[in-house]
């Protein structure tokens, strides 16, 4: 089985798309054919925002990557199927990841002491505390978001052009 067809077993139809109760607006736009074509671009590009909002974006990510395809005609199942790069597995790394990076691009860090007393009564010093928290997670996942996302579209664009370059020679040998 080719690689293609092992994807495509993961790849959202389009009836289950048109089933989606989330997406269920966006019915007239979805009738497109060029959203469901499996094109060199229309694929790199849906995958980049699946990925994109996948990461940026802990809630809604499929109704928000299929309304971004559908905006800038990418491949819709493409863009669902990719937002799955954050899962219950994978969410945790990320995340810690992200933070991380933008606690280093920003300065502040929460210190793990005073992360640890999030627990406390006293409102305004625990939204104080995740406030700060949330800065750097902000900025980390923007960052983070924003680079895996222009490197997904380079990379399946590479590969999407070298398995086409290689078949053509393998033709032409014959």
Not at 52 to 81: C, E, K
């Amino acid at each position: 089985m080719s690689l293609r067809r092992r994807l495509q077993r993961y790849i959202p139809s389009r009836e289950q798309i048109f089933g989606n109760r989330w997406l269920a607006w966006l019915g007239p736009w979805l009738h497109d054919p060029k959203l469901w074509h499996w094109s060199r671009r229309g694929v790199a590009l849906g995958v980049a925002l699946g990925v994109f909002f996948g990461l940026l974006v802990p809630i809604a990510q499929i109704p928000l990557s299929a309304t971004a395809a559908i905006l800038m005609r990418a491949n819709v199942p493409a863009a669902v199927a990719s937002t799955l790069i954050t899962n219950p597995i994978t969410f945790g790394p990320i995340y810690y990841g992200a933070y991380r990076l933008g606690a280093w691009v920003t300065g502040e860090e929460v210190s793990v002491h005073s992360a640890n007393k999030l627990s406390t009564h006293d409102g305004e010093n625990l939204w104080q505390r995740l406030v700060a928290l949330g800065k750097p997670l902000l900025v980390g996942l923007s960052i983070t978001a924003t680079l895996i996302g222009f490197c997904t579209y380079g990379l399946i664009t590479l590969i999407w052009r070298w398995r086409t370059l290689s078949k053509r020679r393998a033709r032409m040998r014959l």
